[in-house]
């Protein structure tokens, strides 16, 4: 090689020289350091040299293509270098990472559960799980990405930030997006926002930061359309925040940002433990809460109340799990967090897509469920199970309203929601509690695309006067309501009693309001109860019979002719219904209609929270 010139690649200062004339250096040595724009750019020798000869100094302006450093060849003694290059105080020490990346990987070190084992013992104690490991649970392997794990409690002024680091990790809540469920689905699909409070921060407060960090996470689940799932557990507003110029803190998003998703996207509720305040606001706006027989639920916890002057208790007092599932605040009660996770990721299953395998029972068992005895209660669940694919039913709020049953299910891998009368309570009549409980699930399912199926047998709306006392006429008025803005297919199927107004209901405002109305043999239809019908209907003609067994004969007889004329034979005949099914054919005549009834435009604006 010859003489070689060195050149400055573009104006700049000199900041440091690291050779001076005689030095040996190496290929890719450091020569000397520019400074142009705030960036230091490293000037590397191109091959083996001896240094020649240094035109720079430092602190210096230098022009684009000036000479900076003239080489010489090296001499073939030269084998090593005599100087080195400069060191940075962010170089690696030797085996380790850097200063900078050990920084990093400490600070997160200080965010984990390992970190805190004295916490982590509790809530063993306590036979729960901790935030990190719910999300763990819930979110497949290596997919969730975390936002926000460096945050702390607003509370610098009060505390050192070597405290917040070791006891406030995350500011109380771990939020991320992760995939749940991709192996069946894919990664397209299956991609989650999951937002868990801490309770062993703060006991799951609600601070400046975790709003912040929440509202970041809704802002991103409702722009990308990704499903939401929440473990609520904390005790609400946290008032001991002191870096922010706040004094009641009601200005803050959240709550709006949780409310607006409803009928966007799929939002999951879970709790463990103890649910309340602000908290508990979040979980009400949920479209589904799981929750733990462990759990309390309230929209204030013993402290709020206890200052509103109205009364002591214990947290264990307030919302406890069998009041709020009977009620029908709570959708799907568990026994634990490993039971609330199963449950999160199969209801989000059902707004992920059709699955390709399915197995179901033999369709041949729906014949036997309906009693031949017409006044004979049974088990409406054996036919829903029978009705979907085996393992995927998921029924929702069943001790609330118990005269319809809810639930999600799939029938041949396509996912539907599912409506059934409860004869087994009474007798299959609706009432105010049931009306709500239906109402809001087909709203759940028309928001996010589930069509519908409704296995009817019912005598009709609850009447008398403890009835009415409940608001009754508005209560199931919601259901036709509801009904007629449903842009989901809708398919009915009449097992047994199909009478008057609340049969209308259980059929979407109508039997031809459906894509399909079917019947079993087993179907009776008419405007109201047979037995009342004649009652009412033949008063006169009983009347003048002699109290006693003539009387009978004739309520018998007349009775025998108005089951007749209500025969599902006779409805289909009149077209009144569109078909009278084999119940064998039951899960056949569902599968094409599914395949074949698209979705109306329009739909609903959101999902009631009751």
């Known amino acids: 090689m010859g003489h070689t010139e060195v050149r400055a690649p573009m104006a700049a200062a000199v900041v440091h020289l690291g050779v001076a004339a005689g030095d040996h250096v190496r290929a890719g040595q450091t020569l000397l350091v520019l400074e142009a724009m705030k960036m230091e750019h490293e000037i590397h020798a191109p ?100 936002y926000g794990a460096l945050a702390v409690a607003a509370q610098r002024a009060r505390r050192s930030l070597d405290d917040l680091i070791d006891n406030t990790p995350a500011d109380g809540i771990v939020t991320g997006i992760g995939t749940v469920n991709a192996d069946r689905f894919g990664p397209d699909r299956s991609r989650c926002v999951a937002m868990a409070y801490d309770a062993t921060v703060l006991a799951g407060t609600q ?226 509690d049931a009306a709500d409980k239906a109402a809001r699930f087909l709203q759940l399912c028309d928001a996010h695309g589930l069509p519908l199926v409704s296995l009817v047998d019912t005598p009709g709306f609850m009447v008398g006067p403890e009835t009415e006392a409940t608001a009754q006429v508005r209560h199931v008025s919601r259901l036709f309501v509801v009904a007629a803005k449903l842009r989901v297919p809708f398919f009915s199927v009449v097992l047994r009693k199909g009478y008057g107004l609340g049969a209308m209901a259980m059929t979407g405002g109508g039997f031809h309001a459906p894509m399909a109305t079917v019947a079993w043999p087993t179907g009776e239809f008419g405007a109201m109860g047979l037995e009342g019908a004649v009652r009412l209907g033949y008063r006169k003609e009983l009347e003048a019979q002699p109290e006693g067994p003539q009387r009978e004969a004739l309520y018998e007889r007349l009775l025998a002719q108005q089951y007749e004329n209500g025969k599902a034979l006779n409805m289909a005949a009149t077209l009144e219904i569109d078909a009278v099914i084999d119940p064998a054919d039951t899960r056949r005549w569902l599968a094409g209609g599914l395949a074949a009834a698209p979705m109306a435009p329009g739909g609903s604006r959101f999902v009631d929270t009751w």
């Open 47 to 146: 091959a083996d040299a001896r240094v020649e000869a240094v035109l720079a100094q430092a602190g210096e302006m230098v022009a684009e293509g000036e000479t900076l450093v003239r080489l010489a060849p090296a001499a073939p003694a030269d084998t090593t270098s005599t100087v080195t290059a400069p060191s940075t105080p962010a170089e690696a020490a030797p085996g380790g990472p850097r200063a900078d990346l050990r920084e990093l990987q400490q600070r997160l070190a200080k965010t984990e559960d390992a970190a805190r084992p004295n916490a982590v013992a509790r809530r063993r104690a306590a036979g729960q799980r901790t935030a990190r490991e719910n999300i763990a649970d819930l979110c497949d392997a290596g997919s969730f990405l975390e």
């Open 207 to 432: 601070g400046i930061r975790s709003h912040q960090k929440t509202d970041r996470m809704l802002g991103i689940a409702l722009q990308q359309r990704l499903p939401v799932v929440l473990f609520a557990e904390g005790g609400g507003g946290r008032p001991g925040d002191t870096d922010m110029p706040i004094v009641a803190g009601l200005h803050v998003t959240t709550f709006a940002s949780y409310a607006r998703l409803s009928g966007q996207v799929p939002v999951v509720g879970i709790v463990s433990g103890r649910c309340f305040a602000g908290n508990a606001a979040l979980l009400g706006c949920s479209d589904v809460i799981i929750a733990t027989a462990d759990s309390n639920i309230g929209m204030g916890g013993p402290a709020m109340v206890e200052g509103g002057g109205l009364g002591v208790f214990k947290p264990e007092q307030i919302g406890p799990s069998e009041v709020q599932s009977r009620n029908g605040v709570i959708d799907v009660l568990v026994a634990d967090e490993a039971e609330a996770v199963r449950v999160a990721k199969h209801y989000l299953s059902f707004f992920q897509g059709r699955t390709a395998e399915w197995h179901s029972a033999d369709p041949a068992t729906l014949r036997d469920l309906v009693p031949e005895n017409r006044v004979r209660a049974y088990d409406v669940r054996r036919v829903m199970a029978a009705v979907a694919d085996t393992g995927s039913l998921l029924e929702l709020r069943p001790q609330f309203g118990r005269s319809v049953l809810t639930a999600l299910a799939r029938i041949e891998g396509r996912p539907v929601g599912l409506l059934a009368s409860n004869p087994g309570h009474l007798g299959g009549a609706i009432d105010a």
